[in-house]
């Protein structure tokens, strides 16, 4: 992937909780039949979906 990405999922580290989704306040996570999707329209790169995600498979730059 891209090095100028700042916000990276790794598909196959992910547990599809759901805790992402439900802690972002832009409301820019949705979980997907294919995936986690963000808006990075709504993206503040907070970092805090990377902090509560239990397999780390977020990885946010600023
Ligand atoms: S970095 Fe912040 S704003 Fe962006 S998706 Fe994660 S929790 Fe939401
Ligand atoms: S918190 Fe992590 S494991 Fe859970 S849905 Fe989000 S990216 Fe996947």
């Known amino acids: 992937m891209c090095d100028t990405m700042a ?6 580290k992910c547990l599809r909780c759901g805790a992402c989704v439900s802690v972002c306040p832009e409301l820019a996570l949705d979980l997907r039949e294919d995936g986690l999707k963000n808006d990075m ?7 805090i979906c990377e902090r509560v995600c239990p397999s780390r498979a977020i990885e946010v730059k600023k």
């Open 7 to 12: 916000w990276k999922i790794d598909k196959q």
């Open 41 to 47: 329209k709504k993206c503040t790169l907070c970092g």
